[in-house]
């Protein structure tokens, strides 16, 4: 049973830094894609960044480019997302979703795992 538990999150005024970090047990093996995600209340849950594990490709959302960086320690089978100058906008619970098998890297519907997710507050 894969388990994704994400963790980092918190409360920080404009323009500070959190790190995220997204841990999977359960699985030796490292996911094709892993992804963080976050909604907003009252939005749609939506792509933030994604790595394809192993390689040097990376995905980000235009609204968090130069900002936010993904990363991976695969001997760790963990995640990170390390974001910058936070503005209140970044402000959701952020998720982590591994194993893309369908779709887009932004496809909510394409991943297999996800974690229960990491509060992100962001006052101005």
């Known amino acids: 049973q894969v388990q994704l538990v994400e963790s980092g999150g918190g409360s920080v005024q404009a323009g500070g830094s959190l790190r995220l970090s997204c841990a999977a047990s359960?699985?030796?093996?490292?996911?094709?894609?892993m992804t963080w995600f976050r909604q907003a209340p009252g939005k749609e849950r939506e792509g933030v960044a994604a790595i394809y594990t192993g390689t040097s490709i990376r995905h980000y959302a235009d609204s968090v480019k130069g900002r936010f960086t993904i990363s991976q320690d695969s001997a760790k089978n963990t995640v990170y997302l390390q974001m910058n100058s936070l503005k209140p906008e970044d402000t959701a619970m952020y998720y982590c979703?591994?194993?893309?098998?369908?779709?887009?890297?932004?496809?909510?519907?394409?991943?297999?795992?996800w974690g229960q997710g990491t509060q992100v507050t962001v006052s101005s």
């Open positions: 359960g699985s030796t093996r490292n996911f094709k894609y």
């Open positions: 979703a591994a194993e893309l098998y369908s779709g887009n890297w932004w496809s909510v519907e394409g991943y297999n795992y």
